[in-house]
């Protein structure tokens, strides 16, 4: 059985730091995608950034700059690191784990991040 769990929400003022832990098990972690959501009340969930296998990044405009994402295969963990985080990033986020080959999704119940102006 697959799980995806979310870690490391919470509440932060504008111009400061979080770090999210995602962490995936039931699958062969190494050879899967990973992607990082948000979703904000009253909005469409939109893609963060994602990582694939060999380790390349994707980021969307928004938090190009401020945020990175890593992931430790030994740990079947990926990290989203934030930083200068302004209240619009606040949102609900939400991690996946993409399997290339059999084309499924997994999701996490996702993280609260909340940044106070």
């Known amino acids: 059985q697959v799980q995806v769990v979310e870690s490391g929400g919470g509440l932060v003022q504008a111009g400061g730091s979080l770090r999210l832990s995602c962490a995936a098990s039931?699958?062969?972690?190494?050879?899967?995608?990973m992607g990082w959501y948000r979703q904000a009340p009253g909005k469409q969930r939109e893609l963060v950034a994602s990582i694939t296998s060999r380790d390349t990044t994707n980021f969307a405009d928004s938090v190009k700059g401020r945020f990175t994402f890593s992931r430790d295969n030994a740990k079947n963990t990926v990290y989203l690191q934030m930083n200068k985080l302004k209240p619009e990033d606040t949102a609900t986020y939400y991690c996946?784990?993409?399997?290339?080959?059999?084309?499924?999704?997994?999701w996490g119940k996702g993280t609260l991040v909340i940044v106070s102006s």
């Open positions: 996946k784990a993409h399997v290339p080959w059999s084309g499924m999704d997994y």
């Open positions: 039931g699958l062969i972690f190494s050879l899967n995608d």
